[in-house]
């Protein structure tokens, strides 16, 4: 069965420094990963994805995922903090083999950025 | 083109009434999903529609709610007997199915269920 781990609910960083978003998965076959971002009273935003192709991902505003299969890991990584990337982050999996279910979703991690 | 959107974007309601969430989904995605996000809970999926098949309703908490999708396309979540603990922002998402992989939901702004 899938699962998956968001290691930190809550992460803060100055704004320019580096971010770190840790996810772990747990799947039986090769996974269809995720990471939204939800800000305050909006909805959720698809942020990249990963489907079995590269395993390094870009996603929008500057994020980019790396899949390591052998740490079951889909990290959430920005070079440079924005004031405008203080949300809630989660990291999704996503039921895969050919069925078209539902998402798994991390319990999320908030990431505030400091001036 | 448009997203996924959702109406209302706030209801209070009455311990004990009954009520409708609608959601419209992009037009041509033949998935529609609808979640629950409690404070502290996370995202809890509730129903799944795809296409013309029978939905996945695996989610569903309890037999007070119920959803239909109309020609494919428009979704009413019903919640009848609201209880205090129904007190979440249900969301609903859309994806166009067409392949192997888990396709990407596009979620809209969610409706913030109040029962008081």
């Known amino acids: 069965a899938q699962s998956v781990t968001q290691l930190d609910s809550h992460v803060s960083v100055s704004e320019g420094t580096p971010v770190l978003l840790r996810c772990n998965y747990s799947s039986s076959y090769s996974p269809s990963l995720f990471w939204y971002v939800q800000h305050p009273n909006k909805g959720l935003q698809l942020l990249l994805k990963?489907?079995?192709?590269?395993?390094l991902v870009k996603g929008i505003n500057g994020f980019e995922a790396e899949f390591k299969k052998s740490e079951t890991s889909f990290h959430l990584t920005k070079p440079s903090a924005h004031m405008s990337d203080a949300a809630e982050y989660f990291c999704?999996?996503?039921?895969?083999?050919?069925?078209?279910?539902?998402?798994?979703f991390g319990k999320g991690t908030k990431l505030s950025v400091k001036p | 083109g448009a997203g996924v959107s959702q109406s209302p974007s706030n209801k209070v309601t009455e311990k004990g009434k009954d009520v409708e969430l609608r959601c419209d989904p992009i037009s041509g995605h033949t998935a529609l999903y609808w979640y629950r996000q409690s404070l502290g809970q996370g995202l809890e999926f509730l129903i799944y529609?795809?296409?013309?098949?029978?939905?996945?309703k695996s989610g569903l908490p309890s037999d007070r709610f119920s959803a239909e999708r109309t020609g494919g396309s428009v979704s009413t979540l019903t919640i009848q007997r609201t209880q205090q603990e129904d007190s979440a922002v249900y969301l609903c998402?859309?994806?166009?199915?067409?392949?192997?992989?888990?396709?990407?939901?596009?979620f809209g702004p969610g409706t913030r269920l109040t029962v008081l």
């Open positions: 999704v999996v996503g039921l895969d083999g050919g069925s078209q279910g539902n998402l798994i």
């Open positions: 998402a859309s994806s166009f199915v067409g392949g192997p992989s888990t396709d990407t939901q596009y």
């Open positions: 529609f795809q296409g013309n098949s029978a939905p996945d």
């Open positions: 990963y489907t079995s192709a590269a395993t």
